[in-house]
């Protein structure tokens, strides 16, 4: 059973050798799959292998939509004085999503113990291609207010800010026309309170 499948390899390789990338079916710079002119060759073989080699370019080729479930979080650690000192550098000046409570404030019940915390969005980090429709639908579980806008990679703002509160259900959606890396921020929680959405080649 070995040999028809060599066979029928062996026929595939020049198509492979001269092929190239394979950009679209039929489109720019795509080629379509001849069957070799040999005689005794396999054709139901062959074109199962072409096939096979085209289908994943074929699917790669067509711009898909995306809708992503975000949501808006915050992530709280505490622990107490006799495990560990307070940070010393105040976590606000690094970014305004990040918070701290010092000893006596944060539990006035413990006087020991403290807590640093987060805004985040979740996922903070998503791939799509180039050209796919991209629908965010978010939900916030945590902070008042967020003030969330979306840039591309040029900075140009794609969606303008809006204000989402806690418990809100939010949509937005834009065309992922460049390829680089989409800025889904909060300005009130910058830098730090913003999710990639990265676009790669098609
Ligand atoms: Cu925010």
């Given amino acids: 059973m070995w040999k028809p499948l060599l066979m029928g390899l062996a026929y595939t390789m020049p198509l492979v050798a001269s092929a190239g990338p394979v950009h679209a079916l039929g489109g720019p710079g795509g080629r379509a799959c001849h069957r070799p002119g040999r005689s005794g060759s396999h054709p139901l073989l062959f074109d199962v292998l072409c096939l096979a080699l085209l289908l994943p370019h074929a699917v790669r080729a067509q711009p898909a939509p995306h809708t992503i479930f975000v949501n808006a979080v915050e992530y709280k650690g505490s622990t107490t004085t006799a495990k560990r000192a307070p940070p010393q550098v105040n976590p606000t000046t690094l970014s305004q999503g990040y918070a701290s409570k010092g000893p006596g404030e944060a539990d006035q019940t413990a006087p020991q113990q403290w807590e640093v915390a987060r805004d985040a969005f979740a996922p903070g980090f998503v791939t799509v291609q180039q050209g796919d429709a991209v629908a965010v639908r978010a939900f916030v579980v945590h902070g008042d207010q967020h003030a969330v806008s979306v840039l591309a990679p040029d900075g140009q703002v794609v969606v303008p ?10 949509q937005l959606s834009f065309k992922a026309e460049k390829v680089g890396t ?6 009130i929680h910058a830098p730090s309170m913003t999710a990639h959405l990265v676009v790669l080649p098609r």
């Fill in 161 to 170: 800010s809006a204000t989402w509160t806690r418990g809100g259900a939010y």
């Fill in 182 to 187: 989409y800025k889904l921020s909060c300005a």
